[in-house]
Each structure stands twice: as C-alpha cells, then as structure tokens.
C-alpha cells in the first residue's frame, strides 16, 4: 500500500526546468521502508510536490518514465555498485572519515557487500537500471547519503541521529530544510523517518546537479559509474 502526504495546494510551483526524485530505498522485499520525495527544481530552489512511502519497484515505474523531455535527476540512498571481491569502495572509506568527526555512527556508511546491505545494493543497482530504461534522455543519477547531505550542510548532528526514533528530531530536520530553500515541507503531518530521508535525498540530489555539494566522491566507470555525493 501506498502511503502519500501532499504539500499544501497553495504552494507555487517552480518553472518545470527541471524533476528531482529524491529515493530513501530498502531492499526488494521491504517495499514498506520505501520512500519517494518527487520534487521540481531550478537555481533559486527546490520544491516538494508528493512524498510517498510503501513502494515496490512497480510503483516506482510511472514516477521514473514521466515526463521524459524534462530533464530528471535521482538520488538513490542506496549503494550503486560495489568492489569486486568485497569491503568498503574508496568513497565508503572516504565519507565515513568525513563524517565521524561531526559526530556521525562511523556504522553508518557499511561496505555495499555486506550481508546486511547486499539487498539494498542489488535494489538500489536495479533501480539505476529501470531509470536508464524509462528516462533514457536528459537523466542523471547520483548516489546519496541523506545523513551525510544533511550533517555536511550543517543540520543539527544530534537531531540527525535521533532521525529514526524521534518525531520532533524529523520536524526539527524538515524545518531546516526549509530554512535551506526546499518548499513544500511546512504542512507535511507527522512524516516518517524514511519519508525525511528521501527529503533529504532529493534535496542532496539538487545540490550535486548545481555543483553545490559539500562533499563528493566522483564516478570511476565503468566498474563505479555514479557519483556519490552529500
């Protein structure tokens, strides 16, 4: 089932220059823990338009074909390709050095092989996949970490952590958001902490797409042919 909180209809809509999908995923099988921010933006911002949650890779297909002269770029929380034989690649290694300082789970960026991960990594390599297909013009896809994107912005670490377990910490995370230009997000009622994530995909994904990153590890193809960027 799909679950979706829409933005209060008065928000203005930016000129459609360009569609941001910002995807928090979770492996083939956790269609429940998926959650999609579908976003517009242009140089002066971004706007949420729907957020959904509880979606399998067929609910994901409309949102990816859309519109297919518009130019599309998607973020995927999700590892995007993996070292052969195993561990950590070298934008793993490097953004969890990155991130440690400020406070972040040194846990929270695994290598993609990992046994806890290996569904992600297959879910999130199949999702670039389907959007090659659909989308085959004008489309870029960067790999994101949210909490990354979200600490290395300058958002409050403590409220990054609590991100899954406390519903004020995920209020206070959307405000910032919009404190850094991301509308839409004011009357959004009691989102989840997947539903943030994506937010905070999307908002990390508009960032890279106007060279705006804080950090980035750049793309090795062909064995790494994405970016991956906070």
Known sequence: MIAALAPDSATPAYPSQQRVLGLDLAGPGNAADTALAL???????????H??????DTDLLPHLGAEPDTPLVLGLDAPLSYNPGGGDRSGDRNLRRTLKPLGLPSGTIMPPTL?????LTLRGMAVARLASL?????????EVHPGGCLALGGAAVAAIVALKTDPEARVSLLNWLARQGMDGLDSLDEPSDHQVAACAAAWGAWRWSRGRSAWCQPAQPPLHPYDFAC
């Open 39 to 49: 976003c517009r933006g242009n140089d002066r911002g971004l706007i949420l338009e």
């Open 51 to 56: 957020l959904y949650q509880g979606l399998d």
């Open 115 to 119: 046994t806890r991960m290996a569904y």
């Open 134 to 142: 659909l989308h085959p013009q004008h489309l870029r896809i960067v």
